[in-house]
């Protein structure tokens, strides 16, 4: 069973917005740190945020700092990535994932429960 199910994911044009959502499945994450990741054909698989477990921390990697913003909703088991100026860049099979740790996690070696990904495609 994938412990995460991400959806939200589509065709957009340069300077839309896209929400991303992660929905935990046969288990909770409310204690763990969760996060998002991008990975384009033939490319590593590149963080892109990430939220402790209180919700209080995040953490954006440089390139979204600004136009992306990550949420949790624990009460519902849900994540979140509001996607706004998305640019052709962005493009990519975007991942949720949770880690074994509460607070900050950003390397891909952090997050140990994986969703099996949504597309997003952005055209210039």
């Known amino acids: 069973q994938v412990p995460l199910v991400e959806s939200g994911g589509g065709q957009v044009r340069a300077g839309g917005s896209l929400r991303l959502s992660c929905a935990a499945s046969g288990r909770s994450f409310s204690r763990n740190a969760m996060g998002w990741f991008r990975q384009a054909p033939g490319q590593e698989r590149d963080f892109v945020a990430s939220i402790s477990w209180t919700g209080l921390s995040t953490y954006y990697a440089h390139s979204v700092k600004g136009r992306f913003t990550i949420s949790r909703d624990d009460a519902e088991d849900m994540m979140y990535l509001e996607m706004n100026s998305l640019q052709p860049e962005d493009s990519g099979v975007y991942l949720c994932?949770?880690?074994?740790?509460?607070?900050?996690?950003?390397?891909?070696?952090?997050?140990?429960?994986w969703g099996q990904g949504t597309q997003v495609t952005v055209s210039s």
């Open positions: 994932a949770a880690s074994r740790v509460s607070g900050e996690a950003t390397k891909e070696w952090e997050f140990h429960y």
